[in-house]
């Protein structure tokens, strides 16, 4: 069955105008969407229900690969870009959107993109910048403490993925820091330096925390679709792992989703998508 188209408000008639005519967006139907959430939160597992044959993954951080291993959710070899550098992850999704420009967006042969994830990207990249200014850490010169260059690179990398959200959908993997700074930002949740955390904000259509906690499981209580892996300990008692993407903001952790989404979804990011008539 062809996925549903997505709703969009009535266009305008055009009134008459000797412009050369502009061209429909395909961001109509792709997004640019960022999961963000504490570190075994769940966020490889829920992005890992996309189909796997349509979906392309640029891994970068140590859990990804064991994570989708344990769930059963391996991609195709060929699905696979293990990258070690911004550098790196830039020249991949270039070459991309080079096919995509040269032969349609249609060559690329995929729904979505996971990138897995910008944190260990941004560790990389100021060890490599740190490097190479000659510090020991980011900061430790304090006439070339390297946040410059940094920022520059890093918010490269960002662009470029924003960029291939025009062709397909682009879910950037991120953690949260340990307890939320608002007065570093709007966007200080997010475990980014403060001027890339308010960028990646701003790049991304969606924003969503993911929250993952265990709960016990009555043996006749009803499932629901929020519940993941259901385990029996000894002792007879079961629980399993509540998994939430919150699409609004809860307290001071940022999100932000459309107005068709629950606060509160299951986390199934092919469900939702699915749902949102983007797949």
């Known amino acids: 069955m062809a996925p549903k188209k997505a709703a969009h408000a009535a266009r305008a008639v055009t009134s008459p105008s000797t412009l050369v ?30 189909d796997p044959s349509r979906t392309k993954w640029i891994v970068s951080d140590s859990n990804c690969i064991p994570t989708l291993v344990a769930m059963d959710r391996l991609p195709p070899d060929e699905n696979l870009y293990e990258v070690s550098s911004i550098p790196e992850c830039i020249a991949l999704v270039n070459s991309w959107l080079d096919v995509a420009d040269k032969e349609g967006f249609e060559a690329l042969g995929i729904d979505s993109v996971v990138v897995d994830s910008a944190t260990q990207f941004s560790d990389w990249h100021q060890q490599d910048v740190a490097k190479n ?3 020991r850490f980011m900061g430790d010169n304090a006439k070339n403490n390297g946040w410059q260059q940094f920022n520059a690179e ?3 990398f960002l662009d470029g993925l924003a960029i291939l959200a025009k062709h397909v959908n682009v879910i950037l993997i991120c953690h949260a820091k340990e307890k939320p700074d ?25 924003v969503f925390f993911q929250t ?12 629901d679709e929020y ?4 385990i029996e300990s000894r002792d007879g008692s079961r629980s399993g792992k509540e998994v939430v993407l919150n699409t609004q903001p ?16 299951p986390g199934n990011l092919q469900k939702l998508l699915e749902k949102e008539g983007l797949l």
């Open 212 to 223: 993952c906690k265990d709960v016990p499981v009555e043996a006749k209580a009803t499932v």
């Open 133 to 135: 200014s000659g510090q």
């Open 21 to 50: 005519p502009g061209k429909a967006s395909t961001r109509t139907r792709r997004r640019f969407i960022i999961i963000y959430g504490a570190p075994k939160g769940r966020k490889t597992t829920t992005a890992s229900t996309l």
């Open 250 to 265: 809860v307290g001071a952790w940022i999100a932000a989703g459309p107005p068709s989404l629950k606060a509160e979804e």
């Open 182 to 206: 608002l007065t570093k930002g709007e966007w200080a949740s997010i475990n980014l330096s403060p001027q890339m955390s308010l960028k990646a904000g701003r790049l991304a259509n969606w």
């Open 154 to 156: 890093f918010g490269q």
């Open 227 to 230: 519940i993941q892996n259901i």
